[in-house]
Protein backbone atom coordinates (compact mmCIF):
# COMPACT_ATOMS: atom_id res chain seq x y z
CA UNK A 1 0.00 0.00 0.00
CA UNK A 2 1.23 3.57 -0.90
CA UNK A 3 0.48 6.55 0.45
CA UNK A 4 0.63 9.81 -1.52
CA UNK A 5 0.81 13.57 -0.82
CA UNK A 6 0.31 16.33 -3.24
CA UNK A 7 1.84 19.58 -2.71
CA UNK A 8 -0.21 22.97 -3.77
CA UNK A 9 1.39 23.17 -7.37
CA UNK A 10 -0.29 19.88 -7.77
CA UNK A 11 -3.36 21.14 -7.05
CA UNK A 12 -3.00 24.47 -8.02
CA UNK A 13 -6.12 23.84 -11.24
CA UNK A 14 -8.63 21.63 -12.38
CA UNK A 15 -6.02 20.68 -15.18
CA UNK A 16 -3.61 19.65 -12.26
CA UNK A 17 -6.40 17.46 -10.22
CA UNK A 18 -6.76 15.76 -13.68
CA UNK A 19 -2.92 15.29 -13.66
CA UNK A 20 -3.15 14.01 -9.78
CA UNK A 21 -6.09 11.62 -10.76
CA UNK A 22 -4.56 9.91 -13.72
CA UNK A 23 -1.46 8.94 -11.19
CA UNK A 24 -3.68 7.52 -8.51
CA UNK A 25 -5.66 5.75 -10.53
CA UNK A 26 -2.66 4.40 -12.57
CA UNK A 27 -1.85 1.93 -9.57
CA UNK A 28 -3.79 0.12 -7.87
CA UNK A 29 -1.92 0.37 -4.40
CA UNK A 30 -1.74 3.83 -4.46
CA UNK A 31 -4.89 3.84 -1.64
CA UNK A 32 -4.03 7.34 0.47
CA UNK A 33 -3.64 10.84 -0.61
CA UNK A 34 -2.58 13.68 1.45
CA UNK A 35 -3.39 16.71 -0.11
CA UNK A 36 -2.15 20.90 0.14
CA UNK A 37 -4.18 23.73 -0.67
CA UNK A 38 -4.23 25.08 -4.47
CA UNK A 39 -1.02 26.85 -4.77
CA UNK A 40 0.24 29.16 -7.80
CA UNK A 41 -1.14 28.31 -11.05
CA UNK A 42 2.06 30.50 -12.32
CA UNK A 43 4.36 33.02 -10.81
CA UNK A 44 1.82 35.89 -10.77
CA UNK A 45 -0.73 33.78 -8.65
CA UNK A 46 -1.52 33.26 -4.95
CA UNK A 47 -1.54 30.16 -2.88
CA UNK A 48 -4.75 29.53 -1.12
CA UNK A 49 -3.15 29.12 2.06
CA UNK A 50 -1.17 32.87 1.69
CA UNK A 51 -4.61 34.28 0.94
CA UNK A 52 -6.73 32.62 4.22
CA UNK A 53 -3.58 34.13 6.23
CA UNK A 54 -4.37 37.60 4.32
CA UNK A 55 -8.19 36.93 5.35
CA UNK A 56 -7.60 36.69 8.81
CA UNK A 57 -5.45 39.99 9.15
CA UNK A 58 -8.40 41.24 7.43
CA UNK A 59 -11.03 40.08 10.17
CA UNK A 60 -8.73 41.27 12.89
CA UNK A 61 -8.14 44.43 11.48
CA UNK A 62 -11.83 45.14 10.48
CA UNK A 63 -10.93 45.37 6.74
CA UNK A 64 -13.56 44.59 4.36
CA UNK A 65 -12.49 41.01 3.00
CA UNK A 66 -14.89 39.92 0.49
CA UNK A 67 -12.36 40.93 -2.27
CA UNK A 68 -10.09 38.32 -0.83
CA UNK A 69 -12.78 35.62 0.36
CA UNK A 70 -14.20 35.85 -3.35
CA UNK A 71 -10.46 34.79 -4.85
CA UNK A 72 -10.79 32.03 -2.56
CA UNK A 73 -13.83 31.16 -3.30
CA UNK A 74 -13.71 31.38 -6.82
CA UNK A 75 -10.73 29.36 -7.24
CA UNK A 76 -12.61 26.11 -5.37
CA UNK A 77 -15.91 27.24 -7.42
CA UNK A 78 -13.88 26.76 -10.78
CA UNK A 79 -12.19 23.71 -9.98
CA UNK A 80 -15.39 21.91 -8.87
CA UNK A 81 -17.39 23.66 -12.05
CA UNK A 82 -14.63 22.07 -14.68
CA UNK A 83 -14.70 18.68 -13.16
CA UNK A 84 -18.48 18.70 -13.10
CA UNK A 85 -17.98 17.50 -9.35
CA UNK A 86 -21.52 17.50 -7.15
CA UNK A 87 -20.13 18.68 -4.06
CA UNK A 88 -21.49 21.82 -3.16
CA UNK A 89 -18.36 24.24 -2.42
CA UNK A 90 -20.06 27.14 -2.80
CA UNK A 91 -22.82 26.58 -0.01
CA UNK A 92 -19.93 25.09 2.31
CA UNK A 93 -17.12 28.20 2.26
CA UNK A 94 -19.88 30.54 2.10
CA UNK A 95 -21.67 28.69 5.56
CA UNK A 96 -17.68 28.47 6.51
CA UNK A 97 -17.01 32.01 6.31
CA UNK A 98 -20.40 33.10 7.32
CA UNK A 99 -19.17 31.88 11.10
CA UNK A 100 -16.06 33.52 11.12
CA UNK A 101 -15.45 36.70 13.36
CA UNK A 102 -12.46 38.35 15.47
CA UNK A 103 -12.41 35.71 17.82
CA UNK A 104 -11.55 32.65 14.97
CA UNK A 105 -8.09 31.64 14.94
CA UNK A 106 -5.64 32.02 12.24
CA UNK A 107 -5.11 28.32 12.31
CA UNK A 108 -8.59 27.38 11.95
CA UNK A 109 -8.63 29.89 8.68
CA UNK A 110 -5.68 28.92 7.08
CA UNK A 111 -6.69 24.83 7.70
CA UNK A 112 -9.41 25.59 5.61
CA UNK A 113 -7.66 25.56 2.44
CA UNK A 114 -6.42 21.94 2.47
CA UNK A 115 -10.11 20.97 3.95
CA UNK A 116 -12.16 22.70 0.62
CA UNK A 117 -8.98 20.80 -1.65
CA UNK A 118 -9.80 17.14 -0.01
CA UNK A 119 -13.31 17.19 -0.01
CA UNK A 120 -13.02 17.86 -3.87
CA UNK A 121 -10.38 15.52 -4.23
CA UNK A 122 -12.12 12.56 -2.58
CA UNK A 123 -15.21 13.10 -4.59
CA UNK A 124 -13.19 13.33 -7.48
CA UNK A 125 -10.81 10.11 -6.90
CA UNK A 126 -13.60 8.25 -5.65
CA UNK A 127 -12.07 7.74 -2.77
CA UNK A 128 -13.78 8.43 1.34
CA UNK A 129 -12.85 12.17 2.29
CA UNK A 130 -11.32 11.54 6.15
CA UNK A 131 -11.29 14.63 8.13
CA UNK A 132 -7.53 15.78 9.55
CA UNK A 133 -9.56 16.19 12.55
CA UNK A 134 -10.39 13.04 12.97
CA UNK A 135 -6.73 11.52 13.07
CA UNK A 136 -4.24 13.87 13.82
CA UNK A 137 -4.95 14.25 17.49
CA UNK A 138 -2.41 17.12 19.50
CA UNK A 139 -1.44 17.06 23.02
CA UNK A 140 -2.15 20.95 24.80
CA UNK A 141 1.74 20.89 24.00
CA UNK A 142 1.46 21.44 20.37
CA UNK A 143 2.58 17.88 20.10
CA UNK A 144 1.19 15.10 17.96
CA UNK A 145 -0.47 12.15 19.79
CA UNK A 146 1.22 9.34 18.17
CA UNK A 147 -0.50 5.92 19.53
CA UNK A 148 -3.67 7.95 19.67
CA UNK A 149 -3.63 9.58 16.14
CA UNK A 150 -1.81 6.39 14.79
CA UNK A 151 -4.75 3.81 15.89
CA UNK A 152 -7.66 6.51 14.73
CA UNK A 153 -6.38 6.62 10.91
CA UNK A 154 -5.71 2.83 11.43
CA UNK A 155 -9.34 2.48 12.23
CA UNK A 156 -10.52 4.70 9.86
CA UNK A 157 -8.29 3.14 6.71
CA UNK A 158 -9.93 -0.15 8.16
CA UNK A 159 -13.20 0.75 7.90
CA UNK A 160 -13.00 3.15 4.47
CA UNK A 161 -10.34 1.58 2.16
CA UNK A 162 -9.36 4.15 0.21
CA UNK A 163 -9.04 7.72 1.90
CA UNK A 164 -8.01 11.11 1.30
CA UNK A 165 -7.26 13.24 4.18
CA UNK A 166 -5.92 17.11 4.03
CA UNK A 167 -2.60 17.71 5.15
CA UNK A 168 -1.39 20.77 7.03
CA UNK A 169 -3.66 20.28 10.45
CA UNK A 170 -4.72 18.50 12.70
CA UNK A 171 -6.96 18.91 16.64
CA UNK A 172 -6.62 19.12 20.07
CA UNK A 173 -8.74 16.83 21.98
CA UNK A 174 -11.09 19.98 22.34
CA UNK A 175 -11.76 19.93 18.55
CA UNK A 176 -9.80 23.27 18.27
CA UNK A 177 -7.75 23.37 14.91
CA UNK A 178 -3.77 23.21 15.47
CA UNK A 179 -1.70 23.76 12.00
CA UNK A 180 1.78 22.08 11.56
CA UNK A 181 4.45 25.39 10.40
CA UNK A 182 4.19 25.84 6.67
CA UNK A 183 4.14 23.45 4.29
CA UNK A 184 3.47 21.04 6.81
CA UNK A 185 1.40 18.74 4.65
CA UNK A 186 4.34 17.04 4.21
CA UNK A 187 4.31 16.09 7.54
CA UNK A 188 0.92 14.96 7.59
CA UNK A 189 1.63 13.01 4.84
CA UNK A 190 4.57 11.19 6.39
CA UNK A 191 2.70 10.52 9.27
CA UNK A 192 0.01 9.05 7.51
CA UNK A 193 3.02 6.84 5.94
CA UNK A 194 4.38 5.61 8.93
CA UNK A 195 0.63 4.94 10.92
CA UNK A 196 -0.06 2.94 8.45
CA UNK A 197 3.00 1.13 7.05
CA UNK A 198 3.30 1.72 3.75
CA UNK A 199 5.74 0.65 1.33
CA UNK A 200 6.64 3.59 0.36
CA UNK A 201 5.52 7.59 0.82
CA UNK A 202 5.73 9.17 -2.62
CA UNK A 203 5.83 12.75 -2.06
CA UNK A 204 4.50 14.49 -5.43
CA UNK A 205 5.91 18.01 -6.34
CA UNK A 206 6.29 20.05 -9.24
CA UNK A 207 10.52 18.64 -9.61
CA UNK A 208 11.75 15.53 -10.93
CA UNK A 209 13.48 14.77 -7.37
CA UNK A 210 16.26 16.45 -5.50
CA UNK A 211 18.39 18.42 -7.74
CA UNK A 212 22.70 17.53 -7.28
CA UNK A 213 22.69 21.43 -6.60
CA UNK A 214 20.42 24.48 -6.63
CA UNK A 215 19.40 25.02 -10.01
CA UNK A 216 20.21 28.79 -9.71
CA UNK A 217 23.72 28.06 -9.22
CA UNK A 218 23.37 25.18 -12.49
CA UNK A 219 19.98 25.50 -14.24
CA UNK A 220 20.79 22.11 -15.70
CA UNK A 221 21.78 20.09 -12.76
CA UNK A 222 21.01 16.29 -12.67
CA UNK A 223 18.45 15.13 -10.23
CA UNK A 224 19.50 12.86 -7.50
CA UNK A 225 17.88 9.05 -8.18
CA UNK A 226 18.83 7.78 -4.36
CA UNK A 227 19.82 9.86 -1.15
CA UNK A 228 20.56 8.13 2.48
CA UNK A 229 18.78 10.21 5.37
CA UNK A 230 22.25 11.10 6.62
CA UNK A 231 23.10 13.07 3.12
CA UNK A 232 19.82 14.64 3.09
CA UNK A 233 20.19 15.88 6.42
CA UNK A 234 23.94 17.42 5.92
CA UNK A 235 22.04 18.63 2.65
CA UNK A 236 18.95 20.07 3.62
CA UNK A 237 20.97 21.93 6.96
CA UNK A 238 23.39 23.52 4.25
CA UNK A 239 20.44 25.27 2.64
CA UNK A 240 19.32 22.98 -0.19
CA UNK A 241 15.69 23.88 -0.28
CA UNK A 242 14.62 20.06 -0.09
CA UNK A 243 12.36 18.07 1.83
CA UNK A 244 13.54 18.83 5.41
CA UNK A 245 14.47 15.19 7.25
CA UNK A 246 12.93 16.42 10.58
CA UNK A 247 9.75 16.31 8.45
CA UNK A 248 10.06 12.96 7.34
CA UNK A 249 11.27 11.27 10.45
CA UNK A 250 8.34 9.66 11.25
CA UNK A 251 8.68 7.32 8.21
CA UNK A 252 12.21 7.33 8.66
CA UNK A 253 11.64 5.59 12.14
CA UNK A 254 9.89 2.79 10.48
CA UNK A 255 12.15 2.66 7.82
CA UNK A 256 10.05 3.48 5.29
CA UNK A 257 11.47 5.44 2.11
CA UNK A 258 10.17 8.27 0.26
CA UNK A 259 9.89 8.94 -3.42
CA UNK A 260 9.96 12.57 -4.38
CA UNK A 261 7.95 12.58 -7.84
CA UNK A 262 6.88 15.31 -10.31
CA UNK A 263 3.26 15.66 -11.23
CA UNK A 264 3.90 17.25 -14.19
CA UNK A 265 6.13 14.44 -15.28
CA UNK A 266 5.05 11.21 -13.74
CA UNK A 267 7.30 8.91 -16.25
CA UNK A 268 10.34 10.34 -14.14
CA UNK A 269 11.41 8.29 -11.32
CA UNK A 270 12.37 10.92 -9.30
CA UNK A 271 14.30 10.58 -5.99
CA UNK A 272 14.23 7.95 -3.12
CA UNK A 273 15.26 8.56 0.18
CA UNK A 274 16.22 5.91 2.37
CA UNK A 275 18.55 4.97 5.06
CA UNK A 276 20.76 2.97 2.98
CA UNK A 277 20.78 1.51 -0.28
CA UNK A 278 23.21 -1.11 -1.80
CA UNK A 279 24.75 0.86 -3.76
CA UNK A 280 26.21 -1.32 -6.43
CA UNK A 281 22.99 -1.03 -8.26
CA UNK A 282 22.59 3.10 -8.21
CA UNK A 283 23.62 5.39 -10.38
CA UNK A 284 25.67 7.33 -7.69
CA UNK A 285 27.23 4.64 -7.74
CA UNK A 286 28.99 5.79 -10.59
CA UNK A 287 29.96 8.80 -8.89
CA UNK A 288 31.83 10.24 -5.70
CA UNK A 289 29.17 12.53 -4.57
CA UNK A 290 25.64 13.06 -4.18
CA UNK A 291 24.75 16.82 -3.83
CA UNK A 292 26.46 19.92 -2.95
CA UNK A 293 24.78 22.49 -0.99
CA UNK A 294 25.74 25.70 0.77
CA UNK A 295 25.05 28.77 2.27
CA UNK A 296 26.62 32.91 2.49
CA UNK A 297 27.26 35.76 4.90
CA UNK A 298 29.39 33.79 7.81
CA UNK A 299 31.55 35.36 9.68
CA UNK A 300 35.04 34.18 10.99
CA UNK A 301 36.60 35.17 14.80
CA UNK A 302 40.07 34.40 15.28
CA UNK A 303 41.30 33.78 18.58
CA UNK A 304 45.71 34.03 19.20
CA UNK A 305 47.31 33.33 22.22
CA UNK A 306 51.26 32.01 21.93
CA UNK A 307 52.95 28.82 23.28
CA UNK A 308 48.65 28.39 24.50
CA UNK A 309 50.00 24.82 25.51
CA UNK A 310 47.45 23.11 28.02
CA UNK A 311 45.11 26.31 28.50
CA UNK A 312 43.58 25.47 24.72
CA UNK A 313 41.08 23.67 26.04
CA UNK A 314 40.22 26.01 29.01
CA UNK A 315 40.30 29.00 26.70
CA UNK A 316 38.17 27.29 24.08
CA UNK A 317 35.50 26.33 26.82
CA UNK A 318 35.44 30.15 27.56
CA UNK A 319 34.74 31.02 24.20
CA UNK A 320 32.20 28.45 23.28
CA UNK A 321 30.69 29.53 26.49
CA UNK A 322 30.29 32.98 25.45
CA UNK A 323 28.79 32.18 22.12
CA UNK A 324 26.69 30.16 24.17
CA UNK A 325 25.48 32.96 26.31
CA UNK A 326 25.12 34.90 23.26
CA UNK A 327 23.04 32.52 21.22
CA UNK A 328 24.89 32.19 18.25
CA UNK A 329 25.31 28.79 16.72
CA UNK A 330 28.44 27.41 15.97
CA UNK A 331 29.20 26.31 12.45
CA UNK A 332 32.98 25.25 12.55
CA UNK A 333 36.04 25.60 14.92
CA UNK A 334 39.09 24.82 12.80
CA UNK A 335 42.46 24.98 15.06
CA UNK A 336 45.97 25.59 15.09
CA UNK A 337 48.76 25.10 17.46
CA UNK A 338 48.57 28.49 19.33
CA UNK A 339 44.75 29.56 17.61
CA UNK A 340 41.72 28.47 16.97
CA UNK A 341 38.81 30.48 14.98
CA UNK A 342 34.60 30.20 15.43
CA UNK A 343 32.79 30.17 12.72
CA UNK A 344 29.27 31.30 12.67
CA UNK A 345 26.29 33.11 10.76
CA UNK A 346 27.08 36.78 10.84
CA UNK A 347 22.85 37.56 11.05
CA UNK A 348 23.14 35.89 14.49
CA UNK A 349 25.44 38.48 15.89
CA UNK A 350 23.20 40.80 14.79
CA UNK A 351 24.29 44.64 16.11
CA UNK A 352 26.45 42.69 18.80
CA UNK A 353 29.65 42.82 17.43
CA UNK A 354 31.38 45.09 19.32
CA UNK A 355 30.36 44.14 22.64
CA UNK A 356 31.26 40.62 21.65
CA UNK A 357 35.10 41.40 20.97
CA UNK A 358 35.24 43.82 23.57
CA UNK A 359 34.33 40.45 25.97
CA UNK A 360 36.80 38.59 23.82
CA UNK A 361 39.50 41.42 24.41
CA UNK A 362 39.06 41.54 28.63
CA UNK A 363 39.99 37.70 28.50
CA UNK A 364 43.68 38.02 29.78
CA UNK A 365 43.75 34.82 28.03
CA UNK A 366 43.73 36.26 24.65
CA UNK A 367 46.87 37.66 23.37
CA UNK A 368 44.58 39.02 20.01
CA UNK A 369 41.70 38.32 18.30
CA UNK A 370 39.82 39.93 14.77
CA UNK A 371 36.87 39.36 13.40
CA UNK A 372 35.76 39.00 9.01
CA UNK A 373 32.69 38.48 7.47
CA UNK A 374 31.59 37.32 3.84
CA UNK A 375 32.96 33.94 4.18
CA UNK A 376 30.42 30.94 2.40
CA UNK A 377 30.21 27.09 3.39
CA UNK A 378 29.87 24.78 0.87
CA UNK A 379 29.21 20.95 1.94
CA UNK A 380 30.00 18.54 -0.48
CA UNK A 381 27.61 15.18 0.35
CA UNK A 382 28.16 11.78 -0.79
CA UNK A 383 27.88 8.24 1.10
CA UNK A 384 30.34 7.20 -1.45
CA UNK A 385 33.38 9.16 -0.23
CA UNK A 386 33.29 7.35 3.13
CA UNK A 387 36.39 5.93 3.81
CA UNK A 388 38.21 7.03 0.00
CA UNK A 389 40.96 8.70 -1.02
CA UNK A 390 41.75 11.39 -3.02
CA UNK A 391 38.30 13.08 -2.98
CA UNK A 392 39.45 16.06 -0.67
CA UNK A 393 42.44 16.40 -2.61
CA UNK A 394 40.38 16.48 -5.54
CA UNK A 395 38.01 19.29 -4.04
CA UNK A 396 41.23 21.25 -3.08
CA UNK A 397 42.63 20.93 -7.01
CA UNK A 398 39.32 21.68 -8.09
CA UNK A 399 39.36 24.94 -6.17
CA UNK A 400 42.95 26.01 -5.84
CA UNK A 401 43.29 25.54 -9.79
CA UNK A 402 40.64 28.29 -10.67
CA UNK A 403 42.31 30.65 -7.72
CA UNK A 404 39.51 29.93 -5.76
CA UNK A 405 40.78 30.50 -2.16
CA UNK A 406 39.63 28.22 1.10
CA UNK A 407 39.17 29.97 4.21
CA UNK A 408 38.14 27.02 6.10
CA UNK A 409 37.77 22.95 6.18
CA UNK A 410 36.15 20.09 7.41
CA UNK A 411 35.32 17.08 7.52
CA UNK A 412 31.98 15.09 9.40
CA UNK A 413 33.62 11.82 11.50
CA UNK A 414 31.39 9.85 9.44
CA UNK A 415 33.06 11.26 6.14
CA UNK A 416 29.88 11.67 3.95
CA UNK A 417 30.53 15.20 3.86
CA UNK A 418 33.37 17.71 3.15
CA UNK A 419 32.73 21.48 3.90
CA UNK A 420 34.75 24.39 2.59
CA UNK A 421 34.81 27.82 3.38
CA UNK A 422 34.99 30.44 0.55
CA UNK A 423 34.79 34.12 0.20
CA UNK A 424 31.57 34.86 -0.78
CA UNK A 425 32.30 36.25 -3.97
CA UNK A 426 33.67 32.73 -5.03
CA UNK A 427 30.49 31.36 -3.70
CA UNK A 428 28.72 30.42 -7.38
CA UNK A 429 31.75 29.85 -8.96
CA UNK A 430 33.22 26.95 -6.47
CA UNK A 431 29.99 25.68 -6.44
CA UNK A 432 29.48 24.94 -10.48
CA UNK A 433 33.26 24.12 -10.60
CA UNK A 434 32.68 21.34 -7.94
CA UNK A 435 29.73 19.77 -9.63
CA UNK A 436 31.44 19.74 -12.87
CA UNK A 437 34.14 18.18 -11.84
CA UNK A 438 32.30 14.93 -9.87
CA UNK A 439 28.63 15.08 -11.25
CA UNK A 440 29.72 13.20 -14.37
CA UNK A 441 31.70 10.33 -12.74
CA UNK A 442 34.41 9.31 -10.69
N1 LIG B 1 -0.77 24.86 2.43
C1 LIG B 1 0.20 24.94 3.46
C2 LIG B 1 1.26 25.95 3.10
O1 LIG B 1 1.14 26.62 2.09
C3 LIG B 1 0.78 23.62 3.81
C4 LIG B 1 1.44 22.89 2.67
O2 LIG B 1 1.30 23.26 1.52
O3 LIG B 1 2.13 21.92 2.94
O4 LIG B 1 2.20 26.11 3.83
Known sequence: MKVLKFGGSSLASSEQFAKVKDIVMSDDSREAVIVSAPGKRNAADNKITDLLYLLHAHIQYGVSHEGVMGMIKDRFVGIRTDLGLKTDIEKIIDETFEKVSKKTTADFIASRGEYFCALLMAEYLGYEFVDATEWVEFDYKGKVKTKKSEEKLRALKKKYGRIVTPGFYGAYKSGDIKVFP?????????????????????NWTDVSGILMVDPKIVPD?????????????????????????????????????????NTNDPEAAGTIIAEEFDDELSEEHERFITGIAGKKNYSVINVYKSRIGEGKIKLMRE???????????????????????????????????????????????????????????????????????????????TLGDNKINIRTIEQGPDEINIMVG??????????RLLYESFAKER
Open 182 to 202: RGGSDITGALAAAYLGAEIYE
Open 221 to 261: SKAIARITYDELRELSYMGASVLHEDTVFPVRLKDIPVNIR
Open 319 to 397: VLQLFDTYGIPVEQVPSGTDSFSLVFPTESLGSRQHELMHELEENDSIDRCGISEGVSLISIVGRQMAYRTGISGRVFK
Open 422 to 431: VYNEDFEKAI
